[in-house]
């Protein structure tokens, strides 16, 4: 009998997300409970501060002087693993270019880069992690990275999402292709619910499409999984054997170093 597994889901559309945009201090709220909203509503002010929106939606809820809650659409991408717990910003998306050319990007646009989320590329690496902390980059999405790499961020509080894991994981196109869509849009990353949310406007196209993958594929020879199974947590792989005679493990050879190693089931997850 053919055994499945939970595959993750790269891309969510919600027609019901809700999104709170704080205040970094108490200062005034300019709208009100009901009130439609488009990305360049202000939102409120403090004596530093001027909250825009970055969302299409209404207020849900308000926090006096302090935040408003909007009930909005998104689409979700899913985070296979994060160093950090939230960031948010204006999102730029390099073309998945080399190392070198990452660096180049982003010291050709350090002057602007304050407060965005950058999707890197396929793969990112410790030097250019520390240019975008240099640059005061809000947090930095990509493909993968080497685990010294997500250690380093992880260890300097700086938010890190990856789409695929460890090693050199090329970033899905479905995902790419939604990033390309979107870039300069206002996004909320989160470490917690391992995604990354896209405001949408009511309306665009797909809201109601029904999810683009299975929610289980089946256990066999060449799947692509992310195991979650010490000491590999976070390793990406393919499945080499799987034993008819005994279901509860299989073989995987991981993607970054090709080394075959046995993982139980229930830490196995599609890709």
């Known amino acids: 009998m053919k055994m499945y597994i939970p595959c993750i889901q790269k891309v969510l559309y919600k027609s019901s ?7 970094s201090e108490e200062g005034v709220i300019k709208v009100s409970v009901g009130q439609e909203i488009k990305p360049y509503t202000e939102l409120g002010q403090t004596s530093s501060q001027i909250l825009l929106s970055g969302v299409w939606g209404n207020v849900e809820d308000i926090v006096e002087n302090q935040s408003v809650l909007i009930k909005s659409y998104s689409v979700d991408l899913h985070l296979v693993i994060s160093s950090g717990l939230y960031a948010e910003g204006e999102l730029i998306v390099f073309p998945n270019p080399s190392d070198l050319i990452q660096h180049q990007y982003l ?16 793969s990112v690496s410790k030097d250019v992690i520390q240019l975008a902390q240099k640059y005061g980059v809000s947090g930095i999405i990509a493909g993968g990275c080497a685990r010294s790499t ?32 979107v870039s300069t849009r206002i996004v909320f990353v989160s470490g917690q619910d391992h995604c990354v949310k896209i405001p949408m406007p009511a309306g665009f196209p797909n809201i109601n499409a029904p999810l683009e993958e299975p929610i289980f594929k089946p256990l066999e020879r060449g799947l692509k999984v992310l195991i979650l199974q010490t000491p590999y947590f976070g390793d990406t792989g393919s499945v080499l054997q799987v034993d008819d005679a005994d279901n509860s493990k299989v073989l995987v050879k991981l993607t970054t170093l090709g080394e075959t190693v046995e993982v139980n089931v229930p830490n196995l997850l599609a890709l």
């Open 17 to 23: 997300a809700l999104i709170e945009r704080s205040l």
């Open 150 to 181: 997500f250690d380093f961020a992880q260890k300097s509080n700086f938010f890190l999402g990856l789409f695929s894991g460890f090693g050199n994981c090329k970033t899905p196109d479905v995902i790419f292709n939604v990033l390309s869509d």
């Open 107 to 122: 010291e050709k646009f350090a002057y602007s880069l304050m407060g965005k989320v950058i999707y890197i590329g396929n």
